[in-house]
């Protein structure tokens, strides 16, 4: 069964920092891409980045570009988010999201998301 | 960015109803179109991708259809486990965009 469990969630003040884990399970982690989504608390689904199987390429959301980086560690089964200067407007629950190798790249598994709160 | 545009935002419908939501996109993405389901308080589920194509064990009476820029998410006959908000997203770009979502209610 495929696993994906984020960690390290929290509060933290703007200007801070915080970094993403997913532990991912239950299948070959390097043969697929992976991808972190965000939805802000009542709104809709945001792509914020992804990286392919060995992590030689990564693409972000114009917003996240240079505070954030995606980053995994195949021998870990493992996908990263680090986060730097947060904003209010990156509250969100983040999820951790496995691409499904289809045609048309899409998610076939999710995590069960991880809280980011920002606020003073 | 490419831009996906949902329609309706909402609607209510009854159980055995045929219910459809479209999405538009602001160029072409040939057929480079997936949708969700999320029920509140979970994770979405992937429904349909490459516009037309089931995703395994989802059920038969969902399906999609389009290309190019204008797409459509069918139930065929709506069911009380239906309702939830439902995301279309392309993925023609590498950096992925969603709808706005289309929340179901069941009446």
């Known amino acids: 069964e495929v696993q994906l469990v984020e960690s390290g969630g929290g509060l933290v003040l703007p200007g801070g920092s915080l970094r993403l884990s997913c532990a991912a399970s239950?299948?070959?982690?390097?043969?697929?891409?992976m991808t972190w989504v965000r939805q802000a608390p009542g709104r809709g689904l945001e792509f914020v980045a992804n990286?392919?199987?060995?992590?030689?390429?990564?693409n972000y959301v114009d917003s996240v570009k240079g505070r954030f980086t995606i980053s995994r560690d195949n021998a870990k089964n493992s996908l990263y988010l680090q986060m730097n200067s947060l904003r209010a407007e990156d509250t969100a629950v983040y999820y951790c999201?496995?691409?499904?190798?289809?045609?048309?790249?899409?998610?076939?598994?999710w995590g069960q998301g991880t809280l980011v709160t920002v606020s003073s | 960015d490419i831009q996906m545009t949902q329609s309706p935002s909402s609607l209510s419908a009854s159980v055995g109803d045929r219910v459809t939501i479209t999405c538009r996109a602001s160029?072409?993405?040939?057929?480079?179109l997936n949708w969700y389901q999320q029920r509140p308080g979970t994770a979405p589920k992937l429904l349909l991708y490459?516009?037309?194509s089931l995703q395994s064990g989802v059920p038969s009476r969902f399906s999609g259809s389009g290309s190019g820029t204008d797409f459509t998410l069918t139930i065929s006959s709506l069911q009380p486990e239906d309702f939830g908000t439902y995301y279309c997203?392309?993925?023609?770009?590498?950096?992925?965009?969603f709808g706005q979502g289309t929340k179901v209610e069941i009446k």
């Open positions: 490459a516009a037309s």
């Open positions: 160029q072409s993405i040939i057929t480079y």
């Open positions: 999201a496995r691409d499904s190798g289809h045609s048309s790249s899409s998610v076939d598994n």
């Open positions: 997203q392309q993925s023609y770009s590498t950096l992925w965009t």
């Open positions: 990286i392919n199987q060995d992590g030689s390429e990564k």
């Open positions: 239950g299948f070959t982690f390097n043969n697929h891409w």
